[in-house]
């Protein structure tokens, strides 16, 4: 038989994946991938019954129902004062996985570097790689996660294309600061390169940080795409729906990509998410305090339990050092706890390609019921 695409030769089944299925097996308690154990609001799932029932169930428009597109750029401009033609400028996707697909293949020519922030989330290099792009790693070292600017500009080459940054960053949980977002801007506008600002967890910012979106620093929306979907902020993985915001003609590409993967998206939930943005300022007090609650619950039990780190500002994710705890790195610590302690976490250093910081921590979701957070910590206590 001929040979299968050399473009995956070094693919391997997604930590995600993985660490899922060791927890089935292993009938470990899972805070692993990051999904909330929990269903989203009622009021969402009506929200879809009704769409599916008015009718709304043939293909969408292709890159996005009017209604859609209308809400997005609406929540945009409400929220940060960004103006989003729906139009032209907003293209609706199967979450925000097919949006950086989309962005990336438009965008890379085969040989064009792409800075990649480490550690990432695992789809940024696939699809660099996908594209024939090369990914250029720059570290962010912990315990901040801060990118040193020196470093960063040593990265870029003339090959330099784009820089991927993702506010809020998962899996460290950290919410970027305007300095630090400035610092990457003007590196960017300097070298004239485009960022793809990933910003997921957009409204998952807790205590004092702010969420600052990448296009709104000064010269920067011409040259930023920003993804996001509603998957998080309505505690909804499973609905798959995304959308890219960038100025018409890289939205004008991004959609031709689109129309020959995916064409359409599932049109009563593009309805429905239509709906839900309009309740934003409604629904995300509530859905702030629910899961800063269980940050809190789940830091302070942490804490309890002797693991030393400080509390995210961002995201469901924490990012928890164990070399105080193991002298194992992060795979065979994730495997001994998996086996022995029924809890099942994300080894970081999948989210590397250059630096070994990753081996030092373990990733824990705490988007789980008080009971699942409240088992986790039971088997990883000494006396469990
Ligand atoms: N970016 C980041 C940083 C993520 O954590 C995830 C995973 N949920 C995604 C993108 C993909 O989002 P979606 O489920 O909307 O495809
Ligand atoms: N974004 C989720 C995480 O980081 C999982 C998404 C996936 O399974 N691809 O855990």
Known sequence: MKSTSVKLADFKDSIFGVISRLAREHQAVNLGQGFPDFDGPDFMKDLVTKKMKEGHNQYAPFHGTPSLRTEVSNYYKSFYQLDYDPETQVSITVGATEAIYLVITALTNPGDEIVVLEPFYDSYVASIKMSGGVPVPVTMHAPDFHVDKAELEKAITPRTKMIILNNPHNPSGKVWTREELQ??????????????????????????????????????????????????????????????????????????????????????????????????????????????????????????LGFEFASPKGTYFMMVPISKKTNLNDVDYAMKLIKERKVATVPPSAFYLKSTEGAKFLRFCFAKKEETLTQAIANLSPEA
């Not at 064409?263 to 998410?273: L, N």
């Open 183 to 304: 610092m990457v801007c003007d590196i960017a506008e300097k070298n004239d390169l485009y960022i793809l600002s990933d910003e997921v967890y957009e409204f998952l910012v807790f205590d004092e940080a702010r969420h600052i979106p990448t296009a709104t620093f000064a010269g920067m929306k011409e040259r930023t795409i920003t993804v996001s979907s509603a998957g998080k902020t309505f505690g909804l993985t499973g609905w798959k729906i995304g959308w890219i915001c960038a100025n018409p003609e890289i939205s004008r590409v991004c959609r031709l990509v689109h129309q020959y993967v995916t064409f359409a998206v599932s049109t009563p939930m593009q309805e429905a998410v239509a709906e839900g943005l309009k309740k934003l300022p409604e629904y995300l007090p509530g859905f702030v305090s629910l899961y800063k609650g269980k940050r809190d619950f789940f830091y302070a039990e942490m804490k309890k």
